[in-house]
């Protein structure tokens, strides 16, 4: 609502005011006295001085509203600003966690590809040290505390059969299931008479057991057929029996099994044997 406007007020006043004054003095005849005129005036002063102080209040209360309307107005506006720069500042933080993102991905791909490659530059190292590098010999050995070479290992220069399935040997135990099979496969080829020859090729099936169970197969049935005395047979036998298991033929393993018992009854692998003949209902 609109205040009214001071003068309007006050010459509504003055109007309320002189007109019944003037009334009054006409019907007197003009007889009015100095008293009535005194008092006459005292009352429009004093209309005048509420009417001074009404004005004076609503003019407060303008200025007061007004002020509230200036805070509110500048606090909205401070809201808003203060808004505004958060999403500012979010807006930067989220770009930079994503940079940072993209550079930790960065990373983590270039260290990927870095292991790879020394992986594969230390596998191919091994597979020379496996192939190439004679092992220091000791007084009364063939080779760092292993046995005195034999004849057949004698006839061919280089590392001796048993360096070589040392050194594989080690890089089975490591982890290096290539380089070892490499350095394996080596050993049947130059010493393939040797006593390690039957060892050679059982380990050769065992580095594929992992991943491809065709060929480990493969392997330790040319242990059994080559090397029927050995012990590695008896090993060789069984892990075909646990495999025929894995392939869910239960006859086949049956019959690897009964085999283990049969040609090697006093072998660790006939006790298990056993166990697994009885776990399938023999």
């Given amino acids: ?66 002020a509230l309307t200036q805070r509110t107005g500048d606090s909205v506006a401070s809201i808003r600003a203060q808004i505004a720069q958060i999403k500012g500042d979010l807006s930067g933080e989220l770009y930079a966690i994503a940079q940072q993102l993209v550079q930790v991905q960065e990373l983590t791909g270039q260290s990927q590809q870095r292991l790879t490659e020394l992986r594969t530059q230390l596998e191919a190292r091994g597979e020379q040290i496996a192939v190439t590098s004679p092992v220091p010999a000791v007084p009364g050995s063939g080779a760092a505390g292993t046995p005195p070479a034999t004849a057949a290992d004698s006839t061919t220069s280089g590392p001796s059969a048993d360096q070589i399935y040392q050194a594989s040997l080690q890089q089975l135990g490591r982890g290096s299931v290539r380089t070892a099979r490499t350095g394996f496969r080596e050993l049947l080829r130059r010493y393939p008479d040797s006593p390690r020859a039957v060892d050679a090729l059982f380990y050769v099936g065992e580095s594929f057991a992992a991943e491809s169970s065709d060929s480990a197969r493969r392997y330790y049935q040319q242990v059994v057929d080559k090397y029927a005395t050995s012990p590695r047979a008896a090993t060789a036998l069984y892990k075909l029996g646990l495999q025929a298991e894995q392939r869910r033929d239960a006859a086949a393993a049956r019959g690897y099994y009964t085999r283990v018992v049969q040609a090697y009854p006093n072998s660790d692998e006939a006790a298990l044997a056993r166990d697994r003949l009885r776990s399938l209902g023999r």
Avoid: H, I, W
């Avoid at 006050?10 to 009015?32: I, N, W």
């Fill in 1 to 66: 609502m609109v205040p009214p406007d001071p003068v309007s007020a006050r010459v509504a006043v003055a109007r309320l005011l002189f007109v019944p004054a003037l009334a009054l003095g006409a019907s007197l005849g003009g007889c009015a006295t100095r008293g009535d005129v005194e008092r006459l005036e005292d009352a429009v002063l004093l209309s005048r001085a509420e009417a001074s102080r009404a004005d004076s209040a609503r003019d407060a209360q303008v200025r007061e509203l007004l």
